[in-house]
């Protein structure tokens, strides 16, 4: 049956991953802090649910973490009945957060009494490559334990770079999002700037889409910028925020100068304090149409009404 493997944290994206691990042969073990979200994917797949994380740990070889942030990693791992009391010396733990590199060198420490493997191999992709077992993984750290788990993440990814030591994969995936959030910065205003200008939203976003600028996050993303009320979130705006702050934060470590990543936290604060921090990250789109219809001067405002 191939290797024990536990999966917690199961949310949009780390469901979809969890069933396909389980659906490409291996035993897995969920847990999930709204428990009815493991019982959904159990269901499904056939995994089994445990009532705590030691739990998991006990029962797993390889241990899958996916949660929003270092506060809510730390807690998994360290919170009473956590991760590190059900560790094995032989137990390979994989952290896919969206968390600095401090956080996985804090993580390193805290495992070091347990004897137990670290890795960390965040992902890139949307939820239908996730759904598909398309995602692109960057892993840090023991290029020995990164093949000895290979067979595990072949079930979720088609692409997976080893990046470097430990940490490598986080300093990697906060590279990869201040790009994400730079190209939805800039196509929430070129899409704003061509509708102010007399041209449909549709037409407009078409064009982006056969253009120079096609990336695959264009093409995912289009039914969230021309039907934002009606296509389910995405990604929030709330966890784009704590992103920024990431790399703000790594940039500052290496003294990386991010004059785009300021501008960029910037608008997506400003979207935030009005209240859209539980929306998309396509939002920004609206909060820029927010911005210019309370900024037109009044004849502009006449003649578009």
């Known amino acids: 049956m191939g290797l024990k493997v536990g999966f917690l944290g199961l949310g949009s994206m780390g469901s979809l991953m969890a069933a396909n691990i389980a659906r490409g042969g291996f035993r897995v073990s969920l847990y999930n802090r709204t428990r009815s979200k493991a019982e959904s994917v159990a269901s499904e797949v056939g995994a089994q649910v445990c009532d705590t994380p030691a739990q998991v740990a006990r029962r797993c070889e390889v241990i899958f973490t996916m949660v929003s942030d270092s506060n809510a990693l730390r807690d998994l791992y360290l919170g009473p009945d956590g991760i590190s009391q059900g560790l094995w010396p032989s137990t390979t733990c994989v952290e896919m957060s969206t968390v600095g590199p401090a956080a996985i060198r804090q993580l390193c420490k805290d495992l070091m009494p347990t004897g137990a493997r670290l890795l960390d191999i965040p992902v890139s992709g949307s939820l239908a490559l996730a759904r598909e077992g398309k995602l692109t993984l960057m892993a840090g750290g023991s290029p020995a334990d990164l093949e000895y788990i290979r067979p595990i993440l072949s079930t979720m990814a088609t692409r997976i770079f080893h990046v470097g030591p430990l940490g490598s994969g986080a300093t990697m995936k906060l590279a990869v999002n201040a790009i994400v959030y730079g190209l939805n910065a800039a196509v929430s205003e070129a899409l704003v700037l061509a509708e102010s200008a007399g041209i449909s939203r549709e037409t407009a976003y078409e064009i982006f889409a056969n253009s ?91 003649r578009d009404n």
């Open 212 to 302: 120079a600028i096609a990336a695959p996050f264009v093409q995912y993303r289009r039914d969230a910028f021309l039907h934002q009320q009606k296509v389910p979130v995405g990604f929030p705006l709330d966890l784009a925020a704590k992103d920024l702050e990431l790399i703000q934060a790594l940039a500052a470590e290496v003294h990386a100068p991010m004059p785009q990543v300021a501008s960029n936290q910037q608008t997506l604060k400003a979207a935030v304090q009005e209240g859209r921090g539980r929306q998309d990250v396509t939002e920004i789109a609206e909060h820029l149409r927010h911005l210019r219809a309370h900024t037109r001067p009044d004849w502009v405002k006449a």
